[in-house]
Structures are given as structure tokens and as C-alpha cells.
């Protein structure tokens, strides 16, 4: 095969399989960080299959540490509302459904079932606290990437906040277990864009790549 014909291929492809730029504009060039929703509920079974989907995303050892905890009832926003910066207070009150994003520190439990070709690999995590906080922390952050992601690309809007006391909502939710407060997602449908501010701009690839 020629360097011509692979480049056929590539182009091929890209056409075929690429993203089209409609989903692209959705979940990247058009999609904002949104702060106001239309009063319209977003049903459990949309948010199980928008996880459905992401929950293939790619995670270290396929440790897939992200969790949720679905917040929508005024009783659970009323929890939760104190833990939240005031700047973010009220947002978190009015969004149709809000998702606690946390991360399981007792990961390792899981792995006989998420690494059959290493079944016994979660043993090694088992006396290695600090060393599971952080691989946790890091692969549920890049799964909330996937998820917001996800949450667009099904047309929903999503307002991430790292604004928060994450012990205080440990504390509120979490207490006795191994699941620890990331941020928290508000979701529904935009009014509209969702939000007044501007487009901020993004960095060039020149600004944010190095090639060697
Ligand atoms: C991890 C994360 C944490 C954020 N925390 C907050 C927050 O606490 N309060 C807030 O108002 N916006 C928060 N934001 C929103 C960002 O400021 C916003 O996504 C960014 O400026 C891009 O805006 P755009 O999507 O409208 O272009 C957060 C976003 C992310 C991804």
C-alpha cells in the first residue's frame, strides 16, 4: 500500500466514520456551559442511557471509578444546596436534576469483574490507599469528560461546579462509604444557549501542543 492510497483510506474514512459537524457543533463548537434550564424534568432513563454510552470511554486498567449520585428531589437539593459556593447556590436549587460526581476510592472491589484478564489485579490496590485516591480521582475525572460529553451529545445542557465544600458532601452523602465528591453537574434542557455570557475564546493548537 502507497502512501497515496493510505491517505485515500484515511479520507475514506474520516467520511464514513468521522463525527459529522452537526454532533460536533452539538456536544463541542455550539454547546455552552449552561446555567439556565427550561422547566422541563429529564427522565432517569434518558441520564441510565447517556451512562450507558459513556461508560465505555476508556479508564486505566478499565478501573472505571466514576459514580453518581442523582439529586432531584427538593429534599436531596436541600441537602446539598448548603455544600455548594453561594455564587452556585441558587443554580444548583433550579436545575430540573443535578448529578453528584464521585469517585470510588475502593475501585479495586470491582476489578475480578472489570479486568478478566487480571482478575486478581484489584488485590494489589487493597493496602495501597494513597496510590488508589489518586488513580481513582484521575480516571473519574476523565470520566465526567465522557459524561458531559454524553449529556450533550443526547441534547441535554450541562453546568458543571467544582464551587463546593466536597467534604461537606461527602458528609452529607457519603458518610461510612468509599465514594468521594468531585464537582456536580447540573442538568436539563437550555433556555435558549443557557447562558448571557459570551464565548470566552480556547487556545491555539500552537498554544496547547508540542510536537518532537
Ligand atoms: C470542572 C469544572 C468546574 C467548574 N466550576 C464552576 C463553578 O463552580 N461555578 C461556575 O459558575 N462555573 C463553573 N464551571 C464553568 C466554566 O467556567 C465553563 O465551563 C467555562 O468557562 C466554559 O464556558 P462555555 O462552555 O460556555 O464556553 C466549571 C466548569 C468545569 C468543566
Excluded: C
Excluded at 64 to 70: D, K
Excluded at 100 to 127: C, I, N, Q
Excluded at 137 to 142: E, G, I, T, V
Excluded at 150 to 177: H, K
Aim: charged share 25%.
Amino acid at each position: 500500500m502507497t502512501t497515496s492510497d493510505l491517505m485515500d483510506d484515511i479520507r475514506t474514512l474520516r467520511t464514513t466514520r468521522g463525527v459529522d459537524a452537526t454532533t460536533a457543533d452539538r456536544v463541542f463548537r455550539d454547546a455552552r456551559t449552561v446555567g439556565s434550564f427550561l422547566d422541563v424534568p429529564v427522565p432517569d432513563e434518558l441520564l441510565r442511557e447517556v451512562y450507558d454510552t459513556v461508560r465505555w470511554g476508556p479508564t486505566a486498567m478499565n478501573t472505571s471509578p466514576l459514580r453518581l449520585l442523582v439529586v432531584r428531589s427538593r429534599e436531596g437539593r436541600e441537602r446539598l444546596a448548603p455544600h455548594v459556593a453561594e455564587f452556585n447556590r441558587d443554580r444548583v436549587l433550579a436545575a430540573p436534576v443535578t448529578l453528584v460526581v464521585a469517585t470510588d476510592v475502593d475501585f479495586h472491589e470491582h476489578m475480578a469483574t472489570l479486568v478478566p484478564h487480571a482478575p486478581t489485579s484489584g488485590e494489589g490496590f487493597a493496602d495501597k490507599h494513597d496510590a488508589r485516591v489518586a488513580m481513582s480521582r484521575d480516571n473519574a475525572w476523565l470520566q465526567m469528560g465522557y459524561l458531559v460529553v454524553g449529556l450533550r451529545a443526547a441534547g441535554l445542557g450541562v453546568g458543571p461546579m467544582t464551587g463546593l465544600d466536597a467534604t461537606g458532601v461527602d458528609g452529607e452523602f457519603f458518610a461510612g462509604s468509599a465514594w468521594r465528591t468531585l464537582a456536580v453537574l447540573n442538568v436539563g434542557w437550555p433556555d435558549g444557549e443557557g447562558t448571557d455570557r459570551p464565548r470566552a475564546p480556547r487556545l491555539e493548537w500552537d498554544q496547547a501542543a508540542r510536537t518532537v
